[in-house]
């Protein structure tokens, strides 16, 4: 199933970084934005999809309900509809609105119940 496979990778790579936001500095403002790669090496939920050889910083603005670049650079064969799209984001969401690692973990394992996923062993 394409989405239980996309939530693992997602997870297991923010176990790897501790469930923390994937950040960048925002152009000399106080503010830490999220970011595909982010400082460090950290990824958020959906640059655990983008491999390397597919990833470009142009990415970075994309909004992946909108970019066929994203959807392609997240899996170039899979046809996106409506379902995949709304998981995708709400993927998204759960590393972008976390307000810490526990916070980040629980709302996956709410994202893997309400689309009755299994959470890896990590």
Not at 3 to 31: C, E, H, K, P
Not at 45 to 61: C, K, Q, R
Request: one cysteine or more; a negative charge.
């Amino acid at each position: 199933m394409v989405i239980q496979d996309y939530f693992n990778r997602a997870f297991i790579g923010l176990a790897s970084q501790g469930f923390a936001r994937s950040t960048v500095s925002n152009a000399g403002v106080d503010d830490l934005v999220c970011a595909l790669r982010g400082d460090g090496g950290a990824r958020c939920s959906l640059g655990w999809l983008v491999d390397d050889a597919d990833y470009t910083p142009a990415l970075e603005y994309e909004d992946v309900r909108l970019s066929c670049a994203l959807q392609r650079a997240i899996d170039a064969d899979v046809v996106w509809d409506r379902v995949l799209i709304e998981f995708i984001t709400f993927l998204q969401r759960c590393h972008d609105t976390s307000t810490g690692p526990y916070n980040m973990f629980c709302q996956m394992e709410a994202l893997a119940n309400d689309y009755r996923l299994e959470v890896p062993c990590v």
